[in-house]
């Protein structure tokens, strides 16, 4: 079973406008953490955002925040005032404690001009 | 180095010869993970080094994949007599605990491996 899911494989956007990228997870464990990486065409992953599982706030970091909804098992990327420069992948992924990190299989964004 | 370094860059072979690829962590990592990207795909994950425990080999895709990690530092991934399918970026990660959940995963630049 997908222990990531990421159900937009491309999204497109306006410049300055927000985006939400959707990230849904499957776990048991009452501990995990919860990450965004940014993968632009260069190729490098770029970590974004955390959300741990015990938190009680939803992350934010400069123009992306993560929408924590913990009874749903989502965990959705929101970036505010889209720039040209966030065309990119965007993989969310999990740890649960004592284990390995699990990728989801990305989203791409294209923002437009 | 203030990131995690991988070298070299880009490393094209003749289809049968051995690669070492190697990534250099953030210096005080007690893990370090290589990854798999073909072109426009996903992660797939290949090994996973943390700290003194026995490595978690699980993803490496075949016994012509191999890896080691010297002194807890420096990571070498050797792919011998290699293949055309073997052809994508090969990414590093480390980070600083080994099983926290909050532990974030920081990446290096990648190899781009091209098979002829």
């Known amino acids: 079973a997908q222990k990531i899911t990421q159900t937009q494989p491309g999204m497109f956007v306006q410049e300055k406008e927000a985006v939400t990228l959707d990230c849904t997870y499957d776990?048991?464990?009452?501990?995990?953490?919860l990450f965004w990486y940014k993968q632009p065409s260069s190729g490098e992953m770029i970590f974004l955002i955390y959300?741990?599982?015990?938190?009680?706030q939803n992350a934010t970091e400069g123009r992306y925040s993560l929408n924590f909804q913990k009874a749903r098992k989502s965990a959705n990327l929101v970036i505010s005032a889209s720039q040209l420069g966030d065309s990119a992948m965007y993989f969310c992924?999990?740890?649960?404690?004592?284990?390995?990190?699990?990728f989801g299989p990305g989203t791409r964004l294209s923002v437009l001009p | 180095g203030a990131g995690v370094s991988q070298s070299p860059s880009n490393k094209v072979t003749e289809k049968g010869k051995d690669v070492e690829l190697r990534c250099d962590p953030i210096?005080?990592?007690?893990?370090l993970y290589w990854y798999r990207q073909s072109l426009g795909q996903g992660l797939e994950f290949l090994i996973y080094?943390?700290?003194?425990?026995?490595?978690?080999k699980s993803g490496l895709p075949s016994d012509r994949f191999s890896a080691e990690r010297t002194g807890g530092s420096v990571s070498t991934l050797t792919i011998q007599r290699t293949q055309q399918e073997d052809s994508a970026v090969y990414l590093c990660?480390?980070?600083?605990?080994?099983?926290?959940?909050?532990?974030?995963?920081?990446f290096g630049p990648g190899t781009r491996l091209t098979v002829l």
């Open positions: 959300q741990g599982s015990y938190d009680q």
């Open positions: 080094f943390q700290g003194n425990s026995a490595p978690d």
């Open positions: 776990t048991s464990d009452p501990s995990y953490g």
């Open positions: 210096s005080g990592h007690t893990a």
């Open positions: 990660a480390s980070s600083l605990l080994a099983g926290g959940s909050g532990d974030t995963q920081y």
């Open positions: 992924a999990m740890r649960e404690y004592g284990q390995n990190f699990v």
